[in-house]
Nanobody
Framework: QVQLVESGGGLVQAGGSLRLSCAAS????????MGWFRQAPGKEREFVAV???????????YYADSVKGRFTISRDNAESTISLQMNSLNSEDTAVYYC???????????????WGQGTQVTVSS
């Protein structure tokens, strides 16, 4: 069982930055791929970024095209946390952001085992 708690959301002006964090419980954190998703009002939840861990300890990360070059995902296995650094924010980034933990399946889909409650990010223009 893994419990996930997001933090760091808030209101920011367009062009600004925010850093989201997700704290995970459980002793098997390092074995999960960790993802960030978001859901805007009236829209479906969509993939933002995922970070995996290879057997060599290298953390591969992948991003949605809409955030590539602006967002950076990172993980700290010792602290059981992941972060999402978001720069150059615009109004289209306004959404509730969720972190998720999963082992199998397509990391760009909703195929994750555990989800957090979400944190609101609002970008004012």
């Amino acid at each position: 069982q893994v419990q996930l708690v997001e933090s760091g959301g808030g209101l920011v002006q367009a062009g600004g930055s925010l850093r989201l964090s997700c704290a995970a419980s459980g002793r098997t954190f390092s074995s999960y791929r960790m993802g960030w998703f978001r859901q805007a009002p009236g829209k479906e939840r969509e993939f933002v970024a995922v970070i995996r861990r290879s057997g060599g300890g290298i953390h591969y990360s992948y991003y949605a095209d809409s955030v590539k070059g602006r967002f950076t995902i990172s993980r700290d296995n010792a602290e059981s946390t992941i972060s999402l650094q978001m720069n150059s924010l615009n109004s289209e980034d306004t959404a509730v952001y969720y972190c998720a933990a999963g082992r199998d399946g397509n990391p760009r889909t909703l195929d994750y085992d555990y989800w957090g409650q979400g944190t609101q990010v609002t970008v004012s223009s």
